[in-house]
């Protein structure tokens, strides 16, 4: 698509049902709800001593961890190899897996989700930016985390139900708006997820239908993502909150998107390596913006920046909640 694009998007014709569960593995953090000091091992603990622990611990694998670095993963399987071979005082070092799928704690529970449905794994390491091994994942940890977390945001709703709910019944004016902003840092991956997060926040308390709120978090998520790191100086989201729509839009003076067709293809991505090794740059973003929304559209210039529009329409929603 030539310099200058602008693209506008028609969303699909049925509109995800995005449940709170899978709203919230947007909003986690890994760290949040991993399992910390894990059982570990170094690369010169022998196999006859790896036996004794997984049997005892009853586990079917563990990190192999040195100085403090996450430098393998040693399975049951490797293990019964290693023994039919007559092999018990071989170390870990030698028979562990090298090559480790991965998460980071500042991460957000997708990720770990995503990887566990690729790869057919039941737990994943859980390092810092640092390399240093600092928990472990499992699905179980995502199903505990997801139940304690509804039960907190839960409790933390029935306190904050106010007056706000009613904002737009007790102004009087021709056309009632409120307009909220957030800036985005680059590359901060720590924080990545609060702009998307507050927003959602003050939605729910401004009395936001439910089903277009989770809507609304996972496409703010992931533009703030686009943002975060796609740009150079970041940008910034906002929300404008009408009586019959949300629309949030997503601005930038990044590089600009050079073909916005391609761009919108599944697991297509323009970040670079060293962003992809963080674990972020899937080339989902933009479809699942686009299958979130009631409409979608893209004005991007290379060397410029692009604008990300999103609309959500609450008629249907309020008619629903009404019936």
Not at 12 to 28: C, N, T
Not at 104 to 111: G, K, L, M, R
Not at 119 to 145: E, K, N
Not at 298 to 313: A, D, K, M, N
């Amino acid at each position: 698509m030539a310099e200058g694009a602008k693209g506008d998007q028609p969303a699909a014709a049925g509109k995800p049902s995005i449940s709170k569960s899978q709203e919230l593995v947007y909003e986690l953090k890994i760290g949040d709800i991993m399992t910390r000091d894990p059982i570990v091992v170094g690369p010169d603990c022998r196999m006859s001593e790896l036996k004794e622990i997984l049997r005892v611990k009853r586990i079917s694998g563990v990190p192999v961890v040195e100085a403090g670095r996450l430098v393998g993963i040693i399975s049951i399987e490797d293990l019964i190899l290693a023994l039919e071979r007559g092999l018990t005082g071989a170390r870990v070092g030698e028979h562990m897996t090298r090559q480790v799928q991965v998460v980071y704690a500042d991460e957000s529970v997708i990720q770990a989700v995503t990887k566990f449905a690729r790869f057919g794994y039941g737990r994943l390491p859980v390092v810092d930016r640092a390399g240093h091994m600092v928990g472990i994942v499992t699905q179980g940890d995502v199903v505990r985390g997801l139940l304690r977390q509804l039960d907190v945001q839960w409790q933390e709703e029935e306190i904050h139900r106010y007056r706000a709910s009613h904002i737009f019944e007790d102004i009087e004016s021709d056309q009632t708006g409120l307009v909220l902003r957030y800036r985005v840092a680059a590359r901060d991956f720590v924080r990545g997820g609060e702009a998307s997060s507050k927003l959602k926040r003050a939605l729910e308390r401004l009395g936001a239908p439910p089903p277009v709120v989770r809507r609304v978090a996972v496409a703010a998520y992931e533009a703030e993502t686009n943002l975060i790191i796609h740009t150079d100086s970041g940008g910034e989201l906002i929300a404008e909150v009408q009586p019959d729509r949300i629309r949030v839009v997503a601005l930038d003076t990044g590089p600009g998107i050079a073909d916005i067709d391609r761009a919108m293809q599944p697991g297509f991505s323009t970040a670079p390596d060293w962003i992809r090794e963080l674990g972020f740059g899937a080339g989902m973003g933009l479809n699942n913006i686009r299958a979130c929304a009631d409409e979608m559209s893209i004005e991007s210039q290379l060397g410029t920046g692009t604008r990300l529009e999103v609309i959500f329409h609450l008629a249907m929603e309020r008619k629903k909640e009404a019936a």
